[in-house]
């Protein structure tokens, strides 16, 4: 009878010996699961931080790429076509024969050059967007919208509900700026249409960019599966992932396209702001 007893007690021991090294094996492995897991978690947040910071460099590049190619046009191409408009002036007082043919000739060239400097001015202002560094978001964009409408037969309107004192962080601007062009320009290109329609709304949450348009539309998702995506819709999330915004593209039941970027308004700085373009020279006139 003793040694029953004792058989049952060795076998509860035993049994209970399993049952906590079980415990231990399973604590372990739950453990070891949960640290692979946060170390994953950390690796992935480490490479998209990686990954953010070299394509926020790229785009920062780009940007001073811009202003360097813009000051150059402003700086050396400008002043030659300043001097040579200065010496066509000087040549027309000395041709004395009002309807000579050197005086016609004069005249047209002065004409090209006058034509060339606006169209050097324009490219300038394309690369590097004075109006929104001096009067924010809003003048840059009725002043790209204008420009537009007066080399395209387009109905082009605009709406906004920021103002003056609704400025952001000069990247976030110039970003949803970059933005806005490029699904205009893409608009324009591609969806055939003849009305386009762009609104700019600003609460104390989020910042909302919509561009819409009366052509054909398309399908994103599809794009996307297919591979067909553009460079042009990559760069706009691309920008987009560098301030922690989005972007969705609705085809409306009337037809044509939409898009609408969300970006989240950013606590500006009480320090110096970043500047748009790194390494900038003189301001462009």
Do not use: W
């Not at 009002?98 to 169209?119: A, G």
């Amino acid at each position: 009878m003793q040694n029953i007893e004792e058989l049952k007690f060795a076998l509860l021991l035993a049994t209970l010996a399993m049952l906590i090294m079980a415990f231990f094996v399973i604590t372990f492995v739950m453990l070891y699961q949960k640290r692979k897991f946060e170390a994953e978690k950390a690796l992935n947040s480490i490479e998209k931080s990686h990954s953010k910071r070299l394509l926020d460099t790229a785009l920062n590049s780009e940007e001073t790429e811009r202003r360097r190619i813009a000051q150059d046009l402003h700086d050396d191409i400008g002043t030659m076509l300043s001097l040579t408009k200065l010496s066509l002036n000087q040549l027309n007082k000395i041709v004395l024969e009002p309807d000579s043919k050197e005086r016609s000739l004069i005249h047209k060239s002065q004409t090209l050059v006058e034509e060339t400097i606006l169209h050097v001015r324009r490219i300038t202002r394309d690369l590097v967007p004075t109006t929104l560094e001096r009067f924010g978001l809003s003048e840059a964009i009725s002043e790209f919208i204008n420009k537009l409408e007066d080399n395209n037969q387009l109905q082009i309107t605009f709406h906004s509900t920021a103002d003056d004192s609704m400025r952001q962080q000069p990247k976030v601007e110039l970003t949803i700026y970059r933005i806005m062009q490029e699904l205009v320009n893409n608009a324009i290109k591609h969806s055939k249409c003849s009305n386009i329609e762009i609104e700019l709304e600003i609460n104390s949450e989020f910042i909302f960019l919509k561009v819409a348009d009366n052509g054909i539309g398309f399908n994103a998702t599809q794009l996307k599966e297919d591979n067909l995506v553009g460079l042009g819709l990559l760069g706009i999330e691309s920008r987009l992932a560098i301030i922690n915004g989005i972007v969705r593209y609705v085809s409306p039941p009337a037809g044509g396209s939409l898009a609408i970027a969300q970006i989240p308004v950013a606590p500006i700085s009480e320090k110096k702001p970043e500047p748009l373009y790194p390494f900038k020279r003189a301001k462009i006139s």
